[in-house]
């Protein structure tokens, strides 16, 4: 079973930055590839990024691609969204993800699943 624990949230000024982390409770962290979704009000949950199992390959959505960078400390069980130059349509409730298999970009396909965790952006 896969426990997911998001913290790093808030709320902050457009152009501010914000890291978010994800702390994993599996037994070998390494085994799986980490994303990073979010769900805005009255919206789908929409893929961020996703990044594998060593962290040799990243992925972004087009929205966030050059502003969010994506990363994983394998001794820390711990996966990393660091995001700059926030915009208020960034707000939405970030969720991590996880998979034994590179994550799928449809957030229906994915397995385990964070509380998730709110980002503000005011303008």
């Known amino acids: 079973q896969v426990q997911l624990v998001e913290s790093g949230g808030g709320l902050v000024r457009a152009g501010d930055s914000l890291r978010l982390s994800c702390a994993a409770s599996?037994?070998?962290?390494?085994?799986?590839?980490m994303g990073w979704f979010r769900q805005a009000p009255g919206k789908d949950r929409e893929f961020v990024a996703a990044?594998?199992?060593?962290?040799?390959?990243?992925y972004y959505a087009d929205s966030v691609k050059g502003r969010f960078t994506i990363s994983r400390d394998n001794a820390k069980n711990t996966v990393y969204l660091q995001m700059n130059t926030l915009k208020p349509e960034d707000t939405a409730v970030y969720y991590c993800?996880?998979?034994?298999?590179?994550?799928?970009?449809?957030?229906?396909?994915?397995?385990?699943w964070g509380q998730g965790i709110q980002v503000t952006v005011s303008s």
């Open positions: 599996v037994r070998i962290f390494s085994s799986y590839c």
């Open positions: 990044i594998t199992w060593s962290g040799q390959s990243k």
């Open positions: 993800a996880a998979d034994t298999s590179r994550i799928n970009s449809i957030a229906r396909y994915v397995k385990n």
